[in-house]
């Protein structure tokens, strides 16, 4: 399977073939650990994370049940849920003096450099449109859209309709310069697989709370990129999920 572009990028992305760390020049400064909030914007405060109270559910059944699902209940999330479902796929447990962020997933060298964006169709108390968890603040952030947003982002990804379906949509973009300060080329790698740790705690926590996800991996990253405001080299989409209530079994 050589003479392919996949294959080029994992040569090129060996320890033998990457370039000086910028980390190690001791010149170039660490990124932030999250996007700035833009001026005078003010955040939506979500429920602390300890205040959250929640049936429990066994870790082996929340493996066995999982499965992805397309089709949602028209019941809405609660706030709460939302919250709870943020804190389990990024929330902030502390902030180090290094500094870095210690989360509820792994990410290589703590490097963390996923943001959320969240497409809010259904959830009680918020205006459905586009958002953006403020990890360390724990606080969502309106962001100015189109008013058929979640029509444009479905569009984006190939007309899936479980976009506009769900109630809510979990989309995960890159900021490549908090990975690639330390670990250049091959952080490209590792951005994929931090991904898929964020997805699967996403899962498992979804199952806690009878709900169900989709993961998402087909869509247009031109598209979707400039649908979300986004450069797509610098920071770019890599992964989505769609988030609803499971339907009652007939």
Known sequence: MKNNSGHEFMVKTRYANISPSPQNS????QPPLE?????GAQLLPLPRPADLV????????AIEARRSI??????PLSLAELTYLLWVSQGVKRVSARPSTARNVPSAGARHAFETYLLINRVAGLTPGLY???????????????????????????DQPQLTGSAAAFIWAAVVERMFWRYVERGYRYLHLDA??????????????????????????ELLNSTLGLDGEEMFVVYLATVGKKMDKK
């Open 35 to 39: 996007l700035a909030l833009p001026d």
């Open 26 to 29: 001791g010149v170039v400064p």
């Open 196 to 221: 898929g740790h964020v997805c699967q705690n996403l899962a498992l926590g979804a199952e806690q709370l009878g709900c169900g996800i989709c993961p998402i991996a087909a869509f247009d990253d």
């Open 54 to 61: 929640l049936s429990p559910m066994e870790l082996r059944a």
């Open 132 to 158: 953006r968890y403020q990890a360390i603040e724990h606080g969502l952030l309106r962001l100015e859209t189109a008013a058929d947003i979640a029509g444009s982002i479905a569009h984006a990804c190939i």
């Open 70 to 75: 397309r089709a949602y209940a028209e019941t």
